[in-house]
């Protein structure tokens, strides 16, 4: 996993199931918490949504479209 600082490595024992679930679906967010038990992470699978109102956003962010990005 890549974060801000650098790149993590872990050790992850995955049944089947769950190995055939990150091949197969899409992995829309990885959260890294912390608990009195220690750290664990928390992965959503799911479509990502499309933005349909760029106006939401802050006027120094722009959105593409996929097209434009070859531009």
Same mark, same amino acid.
């Given at each position: 996993?890549?974060?801000?600082?650098? $790149?993590? $490595?872990?050790?992850?024992?995955?049944?089947? @199931?769950?190995?055939? $679930?990150f091949r197969e679906e899409k992995l829309k967010e990885i959260?890294?918490? $912390?608990?009195?038990?220690?750290?664990?992470?928390?992965?959503?699978?799911? &479509? !990502?949504?499309?933005?349909?109102?760029? @106006? &939401?956003?802050?006027?120094?962010?722009? !959105?593409? &479209?996929?097209?434009?990005?070859?531009?």
């Amino acid at each position: 996993m890549y974060t801000l600082d650098g $790149r993590l $490595r872990f050790d992850v024992a995955l049944k089947t @199931s769950d190995e055939q $679930r990150f091949r197969e679906e899409k992995l829309k967010e990885i959260v890294l918490s $912390r608990d009195a038990q220690g750290f664990f992470l928390v992965f959503s699978f799911g &479509e !990502v949504e499309s933005v349909s109102d760029a @106006s &939401e956003f802050p006027n120094y962010l722009m !959105v593409l &479209e996929p097209d434009g990005l070859a531009a």
